[in-house]
Nanobody, 122 residues
């Protein structure tokens, strides 16, 4: 079955770039008419959709984060990557990657990684 796993540093300093990778196993990120998404949930706040890359390589961003967000993929490694620049403590959150047939869902899709805590602090 398809599984997703986030990886990356758990601590990032303010003004730096946060970089996370989602490695997918059991299925290809280039097939199946799916979107491969990034979400986050800050402590005590709601879920936020950040962006996605489609199976065909089209990229979509949340308007509120577009200026700081970059999503890419490496099809040879079957993973996709999130980069968020100029981070502040407000970017502290649990970050999730997820596969979905919809774009910009307001809740976490059933097929997702376990989530990874990222703290922005000096």
């Amino acid at each position: 079955q398809v599984q997703l796993q986030e990886s990356g540093p758990g601590l990032v300093k303010p003004s730096q770039t946060l970089s996370l990778t989602c490695t997918v196993s059991g299925g290809s990120i280039t097939t199946g008419y799916y979107y491969w998404n990034w979400f986050r949930q800050p402590p005590g706040k709601g879920l936020e959709w950040m962006g996605a890359i489609s199976d065909g390589g089209s990229i979509y961003y949340s308007p509120s984060l577009k200026s700081r967000t970059s999503i890419s993929r490496d099809t040879s490694k079957n993973h996709f990557t999130l980069r968020l620049s100029s981070v502040t403590p407000e970017d502290t959150a649990v970050y999730y990657c997820a596969r979905d047939s919809l774009l910009g869902r307001s809740s976490l899709p059933p097929l997702r990684g376990q989530g990874t805590q990222v703290t922005v602090s000096s």
